[in-house]
């Protein structure tokens, strides 16, 4: 199985703050990687495919890089609504792994 | 606007079979298949396995001995059964469309059901 490790697994950051997520594969999985962000109640949302593809009607502000073991999610400037946990997962290869998540919370 | 809607009882008891359906609504082409994902409570999220509309399937190796998934393209429905269940498969169960489009992400998720094991 592909291993899938995120850093942070928090975070406190300001509105207007540059925040980016780190996610790391233990083996290579191309581009076949993609960003998700969840909130509670208000369910999960696609953000980011093929490591830096934005999905449809996602902000601009998000932003994904990376290919191979490395990917970063990068928000450029944080929104109230941002304020969430997001996950990383790959689909190079099943089973489909994701990783930990990373928290987003207010400081 | 595809939506999924995911049913079923919220609490099974152990060793017993716990059984979900999505229910699919709205238009989704051939370049689309489903898939099962679950989050127990304050953990992340665990692939269970996909199904395609031809019925053919892929499942988590540490779920495939107790998972069956099964599609009804008539009543445009996706099936979960789990059998043999213990506390440890307490999760939110998600019912979730893929897109072979879009390098295979989810790009649809349902609100996800709560399911409890207990007696």
């Known amino acids: 199985d592909i291993q899938m490790t995120q850093s942070p697994s928090s975070l406190s950051a300001s509105v207007g703050d540059r925040v980016s997520i780190t996610c790391r594969a233990s083996?290579?999985?191309?581009?076949?990687l993609s960003w998700y962000q969840q909130k509670p109640g208000k369910g999960t949302k696609l953000l980011i495919y093929a490591a830096s593809s934005v999905q449809s009607g996602v902000p601009s502000r998000f932003s994904g890089s990376g290919s191979g073991t490395h990917f970063t999610l990068t928000i450029s400037s944080l929104q109230p609504e941002d304020f969430a946990t997001y996950y990383c997962?790959?689909?190079?290869?099943?089973?489909?792994?994701f990783g930990p998540g990373t928290k987003v919370d207010i400081q | 606007q595809v939506q999924l809607q995911e049913s079923g009882p919220g609490l099974v008891k152990p060793s017993e079979t716990l059984s979900l359906t999505c229910t699919v609504s709205?238009?989704?082409?051939?370049?689309?298949?489903w898939s099962w994902i679950r989050q127990p409570p304050g953990k992340g999220l665990e692939w269970i396995g996909y199904i395609y509309d031809s019925g053919a399937t892929n499942y988590n190796p540490s779920l495939k001995s107790r998972v069956t998934l099964s599609v009804d393209t008539s009543n445009n429905q996706i099936s979960l059964k789990l059998r043999s269940v213990t506390a440890a498969d307490t999760a939110v169960y998600f019912c979730a469309r893929v897109s072979s489009g879009h390098y295979d992400a989810v790009d649809i998720w349902g609100q996800g059901t709560m399911v409890t094991v207990s007696s």
């Open positions: 709205g238009y989704s082409s051939s370049s689309y298949y």
């Open positions: 997962q790959q689909s190079y290869s099943t089973p489909i792994t």
């Open positions: 083996q290579s999985i191309s581009t076949f």
